[in-house]
């Protein structure tokens, strides 16, 4: 699912946020994609009433595919392989990987997230 709401931006604690969409869009153990213009792609969970945000792609394979992923305990399955990672903190369960993390909340009925700058992942340095 994709968001149609239109750009909107809201700034606090110094950190720029973006409205991604309303706050009933994102179902508990349900992932939410949203692409940034910059061609970052987010999944947003909700799990147990908690929002967590964190980059849609899965480091095993680079497939952008983690908003489809099973959540459990505070945990994403990636849907092709299996890999899990903790929401909370991005880190994989049973190995050395990480994804991004970003803060998200909720205000007035639609959900912010934070503006992600733009990184070249480590596995594309070497190409």
């Known amino acids: 699912m994709e968001a149609s709401t239109e750009l909107k931006l809201f700034e606090e604690n110094s950190h720029l946020y973006r409205k991604v969409c309303e706050s009933e869009s ?5 992932g939410f994609y ?8 987010i999944a947003i969970f909700r799990d147990n009433g908690l929002l967590y945000a964190i980059t849609n792609i899965c480091p095993h394979q680079h497939s952008s595919v983690l908003h ?3 959540i459990e305990d505070c945990t994403i ?33 639609f959900v912010y997230v934070e503006i992600p700058s733009v990184e070249e992942p480590s596995w594309a340095k070497n190409l």
């Open 26 to 30: 994102i179902r508990d153990t349900k």
């Open 34 to 41: 949203y692409q940034f213009e910059n061609d970052i792609e």
């Open 68 to 70: 489809k992923g099973y």
């Open 77 to 109: 399955t990636c849907p092709l392989h299996g890999w899990m990672y903790s929401l909370k903190t991005g880190k994989a369960l049973g190995g050395g990987a990480s994804l991004k993390t970003f803060k998200v909340f909720e205000r007035e009925g």
